[in-house]
């Protein structure tokens, strides 16, 4: 299970930021960093952190924002 910590820091990873510039406001509109390959980076980080769970979720691509990412995730299941 992921919970909001993990996730903001899969986030930070996957994108190569600081773990302080991740937060609930966070989202491809306001993130230099999270462009499409920073997209691609993180689902594959989430999808890695949950054994290929995230991957069946096929919503989840279209999440351009940490709170879409995280409300998606718990509604499947995989987030708490």
Same mark, same amino acid.
């Given at each position: 299970?992921?919970?909001?910590?993990?996730?903001?820091?899969?986030? !930070?990873?996957?994108?190569?930021?600081?773990?302080?510039?991740?937060?609930?406001?966070?989202?491809?509109?306001?993130? $230099? $960093?999270?462009?499409?390959?920073?997209?691609? !980076?993180?689902?594959?980080?989430?999808?890695?952190?949950?054994?290929?769970?995230?991957?069946?979720?096929?919503?989840?691509?279209?999440?351009?924002?940490?709170?879409?990412?995280? $409300?998606?995730?718990?509604?499947?299941?995989?987030?708490?």
């Amino acid at each position: 299970m992921i919970d909001k910590d993990k996730l903001n820091k899969i986030v !930070a990873k996957a994108l190569n930021v600081p773990l302080e510039k991740i937060n609930d406001q966070s989202s491809s509109s306001n993130l $230099e $960093e999270w462009d499409s390959l920073g997209h691609l !980076a993180i689902l594959t980080s989430i999808d890695n952190q949950t054994s290929g769970k995230a991957s069946k979720i096929e919503t989840l691509s279209s999440c351009t924002s940490l709170k879409d990412l995280y $409300e998606t995730l718990v509604s499947n299941n995989i987030a708490k």
